[in-house]
T-cell receptor
Framework: GQQLNQSPQSMFIQEGEDVSMNCTSS?????WLWYKQDPGEGPVLLIA?????ELTSNGRLTAQFGITRKDSFLNISASIPSDVGIYFC???????????FGKGITLSVRP | GAGVSQSPRYKVAKRGQDVALRCDPI?????LFWYQQALGQGPEFLTY????????KSGLPSDRFFAERPEGSVSTLKIQRTQQEDSAVYLC???????????FGNGTRLTVT
């Protein structure tokens, strides 16, 4: 099925560094969301974006809904070891919240 | 409980066997979704319920897959005559209303041997 584009597949950063992740699509979405998944667990919602151009923060996380509605980015500032995990972007076109996910980016944080 | 609960956590089935996966959504949540997550991939939509009504089953990969939510709360995903390609983590998610963000369970990891 259709998936959003996330790359690279893996990122390695030093503790304390900032990291930015991008997500792109060939289709327009009306809602963008960012989830984090730890091994053996389900995805946990980090940030939800509902309006083109919207910039939203949640603690050390900041995400933006692209103006074209075909992309979004997530920024993590001052990374810490517990930021390790897989980060998924997801988009929704309709009100029933059926989501299309990217393949995810695995983030590793070196202490 | 406070979150979406799925059981069993792990299921090993022999090819050809039928399996049933259970989801207990957050109490009061109207919307319920099933997703399939293959290894190294993002979740892919299977089906959606609003209360007891199955409004979208466009993601079910074959007629061997069947989902129900008869009383608008607990849902069961059934896979008949399992095949090796059915091996994946099956995630259930619920939301208060259909526009609300989804809350996922920890999934059932199905391995078909």
């Amino acid at each position: 099925g259709q998936q959003l584009n996330q790359s690279p597949q893996s990122m390695f950063i030093q503790e304390g560094e900032d990291v930015s992740m991008n997500c792109t699509s060939s289709s327009i979405f009306n809602t963008w969301l960012w989830y984090k998944q730890d091994p053996g667990e389900g995805p946990v919602l980090l940030i939800a974006l509902y309006k083109a151009g919207e910039l939203t923060s949640n603690g050390r996380l900041t995400a933006q809904f692209g103006i074209t509605r075909k992309d979004s980015f997530l920024n993590i500032s001052a990374s810490i070891p517990s930021d390790v995990g897989i980060y998924f972007c997801a988009g929704s076109t309709g009100a029933n919240s059926k989501l299309t996910f990217g393949k995810g980016i695995t983030l590793s944080v070196r202490p | 409980g406070a979150g979406v609960s799925q059981s069993p956590r792990y299921k090993v089935a022999k090819r050809g066997q039928d399996v049933a996966l259970r989801c207990d959504p957050i109490s009061g949540h109207v919307s319920l979704f099933w997703y399939q997550q293959a290894l190294g991939q993002g979740p892919e939509f299977l089906t959606y319920f609003q209360n007891e009504a199955q409004l979208d089953k466009s993601g079910l990969p074959s007629d061997r897959f069947f989902a129900e939510r008869p009383e608008g709360s607990v849902s069961t995903l059934k896979i008949q005559r399992t095949q090796q390609e059915d091996s994946a983590v099956y995630l259930c998610a619920s939301s208060l209303v259909r526009e609300s963000p989804l809350h996922f369970g920890n999934g059932t990891r199905l391995t078909v041997t």
